[in-house]
C-alpha cells in the first residue's frame, strides 16, 4: 500500500512538471480549462458577496490601467476577454484569478497613488495567473495531503510512539518548511513578472518602488518575515532595485513604440 502511494504520488509530480516564465521549475497537475473553471467560479462568488462600485471614473481609470497591461502578456492571455471589477473594500489589495478576472478594491487606490502604481499591483496579480502559481498552490496542497498520509501510514507500520507528537511536528515542518516559503517565492516571482509587464506597457518602473513604499507605511506592526507568506516590503523593494536596469530598458522601448498610458 505504501509504495502504491508512493509511486502515484512521483508519476503524478513528475507528470505535472513546468518550467515558470522565470525558469523555475514547478509542479502544476491541473489543466488550463479546470484552473479557469475554478477562476471563474470564485469570481462570481466574490461578486455576489461583495459590494461592486459603480462609479464611471473609477471604474475607467482602473480598467484604462488593467487594458494597458494585459496588451503586454504572453499572446494566449493578451487574447482572452478579461473581465475587470472594482469592489468596494476598503482594503489595499487586488487579485487576478485564472480564466481572466481582475479585481480591484478602491482601498488600493488611496495606496497606489497614480497610474504607474496601480500597474505595478495589476501586473503583479497577472503575473501570478501567468506564472500558474494558483495551479501550483492547489497541485502543492494535494502532494502535502498524501505526503502527510503516506507519513501516518509508515508511523503505524513500525508502530512509532507518540505518533501524534511526530505527525504534528511534520506538519509544522510543511508549514514553515514547504508552504510559507514557497508562497514567498510565488510573490518575489510575480513582482519580477509584474515590473516587466507594466514597463513594457509604458508604466515608469521606478514608481514599483514607491508603491512599496507606500504599502510599508500602511502596514504597521509586521510578523517576522520567515513566518509570512509575503516578503517584507524592504526585501521587495531591494530586489525590485536589482531588477531595475532592465526594467528602465524596457521602459525606454516602451515610450519609442508610442505606449505612453494616460490613466486619470
Not at 92 to 105: D, K, R, W
Not at 127 to 143: D, K, M, T, W, Y
Not at 150 to 167: F, K, P, Q, T
Not at 172 to 192: C, I, K, N, Y
Request: overall charge negative; some cysteine; hydrophobic content about 40%.
Amino acid at each position: 500500500m505504501k509504495h502504491a502511494l508512493i509511486a502515484l504520488a512521483l508519476v503524478a509530480a513528475l507528470g505535472g512538471c513546468k518550467t515558470s516564465p522565470t525558469g523555475r521549475t514547478q509542479v502544476a497537475l491541473y489543466s488550463d480549462s479546470e484552473m479557469s473553471q475554478l477562476g471563474g467560479a470564485s469570481f462570481e462568488q466574490m461578486k455576489k458577496e461583495q459590494k461592486i462600485n459603480k462609479d464611471p471614473a473609477t471604474n475607467a481609470y482602473v480598467q484604462c490601467v488593467a487594458d494597458a497591461v494585459i496588451t503586454v502578456l504572453p499572446q494566449q492571455y493578451a487574447q482572452q476577454e478579461w473581465e475587470v471589477v472594482v469592489f468596494d473594500e476598503p482594503s489595499a489589495n487586488a487579485f487576478a484569478l485564472p480564466g481572466g478576472y481582475i479585481g480591484v478594491h478602491t482601498g488600493l487606490l488611496d495606496v497606489a497613488q497614480n497610474q504607474d502604481q496601480l500597474a505595478t499591483v495589476l501586473g503583479h496579480e497577472v503575473g501570478h495567473v501567468i506564472a500558474e502559481h494558483s495551479n501550483e498552490r492547489v497541485s502543492q496542497s494535494q502532494l502535502l495531503q498524501t505526503g502527510m498520509q503516506l507519513g501516518a501510514v509508515a508511523l503505524d507500520m513500525s508502530e512509532v510512539s507518540y505518533r501524534n507528537e511526530i505527525m504534528q511536528a511534520l506538519g509544522l515542518g510543511a508549514q514553515f518548511g514547504v508552504v510559507l516559503p514557497f508562497s514567498r517565492t510565488h510573490e518575489s516571482e510575480a513582482d519580477e513578472i509584474g515590473l516587466e509587464l507594466m514597463a513594457k506597457a509604458g508604466f515608469e518602473p521606478q514608481q514599483s518602488v514607491a508603491l512599496w513604499q507606500n504599502m510599508a507605511k500602511q502596514g504597521g506592526a509586521r510578523q517576522p518575515e520567515f513566518l509570512s507568506t509575503h516578503p517584507a516590503p524592504s526585501s521587495r523593494i531591494t530586489q525590485l532595485q536589482k531588477q531595475m536596469t532592465n526594467a528602465q530598458s524596457l521602459y525606454s522601448s516602451a515610450q519609442k513604440q508610442g505606449k505612453r498610458p494616460q490613466c486619470r
